[in-house]
Structures are given as structure tokens and as C-alpha cells.
């Protein structure tokens, strides 16, 4: 199971094949964590490799993970980057994926083409909806300006 030399992964316990991938993968190691990389490859690593873009997770059965910081589930949705977290909290994102951009207070990453101004839908249609009718008024001002009071 564990003997690398025969395709297995160093330090496995239980694995299985992935026949999508056409590799062996691991699924519990012995004493490590298990790392999954963006790939699929499984590897066995000691806790100070679950580090940068991973953060080390151990479960009340005794199962231990290296998970991706982006991790959906356990993680911050797009972080690409994260300290490990404290107790059961989430980790602490330093850094986001392409496209998004770190919101340190609410430990998110946003779309950065998202709406940052902070006005709801409803505001920015009303304050559109404004300057139309403003506009419009202008506009019919200076028609009977130049118009009626033309012919004066």
C-alpha cells in the first residue's frame, strides 16, 4: 500500500485506484496528513507541509488532511493563500485567487468586478431613474428657453 517503488504512495494506509487518472490514490495515511494537489496526485506529508496554499485539518476520527485554502467546504471559496486556523474556526486568507480580491475584515475573497460600492440594486436603479428625469427636465427647460422665449 505504502511502497512508492510499486506505485502505491509513501506512508499510505488505505488507497484505491482512480481509474479517471489512471493512478493509485491514497485516502488515509498512516501517521501523515493526506495532501491532494489540483491534480489528483495524493502524497503523505508531515504537518509543516500543509502550509502557503493548504492547512492542516485533523478529524475526530483521526483522519488527517492537508486542505486547500480555496476549499469550499472547509476553506475560504477562492483564497489561494491562508494561515492555518484556530480551534474550529476557518483559516485566515492572506491572499486570493486571480479575479478576486481579499476582504481581510469578513475573511472573504470578492469578485473584483463585483459591485464595491456598497449600494443595494434597488439604489442604483433609483439613483439612474434620477438623473434621467433631471436630464430630461434640463433638456426641456432649454427647449422652451430658446423656443417660446424666442419668439418674444
Not at 488515509?28 to 504537518?47: E, F, H
Not at 483559516?91 to 475584515?105: E, V, W
Amino acid at each position: 500500500v505504502g511502497d512508492s517503488s510499486q506505485g502505491g504512495v509513501a506512508g499510505c494506509d488505505t488507497c484505491g485506484y482512480d481509474a479517471q487518472s489512471k493512478k493509485i490514490r491514497c485516502t488515509k495515511c498512516t501517521s501523515n496528513y493526506l495532501k491532494t494537489a489540483a491534480d489528483g496526485t495524493t502524497t503523505c506529508v508531515g504537518q509543516d507541509d500543509c502550509k502557503t496554499s493548504f492547512f492542516p485539518i485533523e478529524n475526530p476520527t483521526g483522519n488527517k488532511t492537508c486542505v486547500p485554502c480555496g476549499n469550499s467546504d472547509a476553506g475560504i471559496p477562492n483564497c489561494a493563500e491562508c494561515n492555518p486556523p484556530t480551534g474550529n474556526a476557518k483559516p485566515i486568507c492572506t491572499a486570493c485567487g486571480s479575479g478576486y480580491t481579499l476582504d481581510s475584515q469578513a475573511n472573504t475573497c470578492a469578485s473584483s468586478s463585483a459591485n464595491r460600492s456598497g449600494l443595494s440594486t434597488g439604489a442604483i436603479a433609483g439613483i439612474s431613474v434620477a438623473a434621467v428625469v433631471v436630464v430630461g427636465g434640463l433638456v426641456g427647460f432649454l427647449c422652451w428657453w430658446f423656443v417660446c422665449r424666442g419668439k418674444a
